[in-house]
């Protein structure tokens, strides 16, 4: 032993020193909150990045039409995804976490779709910086401090969402983004655009709100602790839902914003009576408040009538 450690070990028993020969210090333990704090900042100064990246695609896709429309539209989808999933720190496509790739993926669609119903000018500007701040706000609620291979912290030990509500919100909102983006990338998606909508434009709207509707079912069933088969079921009910609203929707043509509300109006009542506590048959007041949403629905349909 040297001098230098001679000196740091006098004094010190024994049973002060551990296997190694090394001796046991019983102070403070380092502080790991710069750490901590440095890594939340990361995961912001991502979704951010992820966020711009985004933007730009969506702006630039504004000046393309027909198949490289679409073409830039899986793109954007794409890139919001494995942005997402690499700030989880994971690579491989095939194990991207679905739930928590949905809501950029679905800002993403938003931000390309809506792009379209908008004119370049003086809109665009205010389009990029929107879909900026949503898509970096939709990729933040799902990447807070996550740390690489590791679990996020948006979800706790448990399975359950730490920023349920967040997640619920961002589900719905970017569903009805989503649904209304469809008429910017679907040539006569929007009723009264004086463009006819083709027997291919009308089952590739379907397609686009059962996949929407879909993805935010997903998103809505797995703020909870849930399997992968769950999950599926619940995809699968959110889209037999949307499904027939949104042929009905496109048969009857409701101008701008109708079609949307109405789709979303389905999907949160779907979402009441699957997260019931007690059977639906039981809970009066869940029934009472599903017919009056019902009704509310079919108030906006009627509205939608005669504003067309």
């Given amino acids: 032993m040297g001098g230098g450690e001679a000196g740091a070990c006098r004094g010190l028993s024994p049973g002060a020193f551990e296997s190694t020969g090394r001796p046991k210090f019983r102070g403070r333990r380092p502080r790991v909150a710069p750490v901590a704090y440095h890594a939340q900042m ?26 490289p429309l679409w073409v830039a539209t899986a793109l954007t989808v794409i890139v919001a995804a494995a942005g997402t999933a690499s700030l989880l720190g994971e ?57 690489p291979g590791g679990r996020a912290a948006s979800v706790t030990r448990d399975g359950t969402h730490a920023r349920s509500t967040a997640a619920r919100l961002g589900a719905f909102g970017l569903a009805f983004l989503g649904f209304a983006a469809i008429g910017g990338i679907v040539p006569g998606g929007i009723a009264g655009d004086g463009q006819p909508l083709s027997v291919a434009a009308f089952l590739a709207t379907i397609v686009l ?21 769950h999950a599926a079921v619940a995809f699968y009910q959110y889209s037999m839902i949307v499904a027939p609203v949104g042929v009905l929707v496109r ?37 009472e408040e599903t017919g009056v949403l019902i009704l509310a629905g079919v108030a906006v349909v009627v509205l939608g009538l005669v504003v067309k």
Wanted: no cysteine; hydrophobic share 55%; charged share 15%.
């Fill in 42 to 67: 990361q995961q912001r100064n991502g979704a951010r990045e992820l966020g711009l990246i985004v933007a730009t695609l969506a702006a630039v896709g504004r000046f393309v039409t027909d198949e």
């Fill in 91 to 147: 690579l491989r496509p095939w194990r991207w976490p679905l739930d928590r790739v949905s809501l950029p993926a679905m800002a993403a669609f938003a931000s390309v779709g809506v792009a379209h119903l908008i004119d370049p000018v003086p809109w665009l500007a205010g389009v990029f910086a929107v879909s900026w701040a949503v898509t970096a706000w939709a990729v933040s609620i799902e990447t807070a401090s996550a740390t």
């Fill in 209 to 229: 709100d059962v996949a929407i509707g879909g993805l935010a079912g997903y998103r809505i069933a797995a703020v909870r602790p849930h399997s992968r088969g």
């Fill in 251 to 287: 048969v009857l043509a409701l101008p701008r914003l109708f079609g949307p509300a109405v789709l979303v109006l389905a999907v949160y009542i779907l979402t009441s009576l699957r997260e019931s506590d007690e059977p639906v048959r039981f809970n009066a007041r869940l029934l």
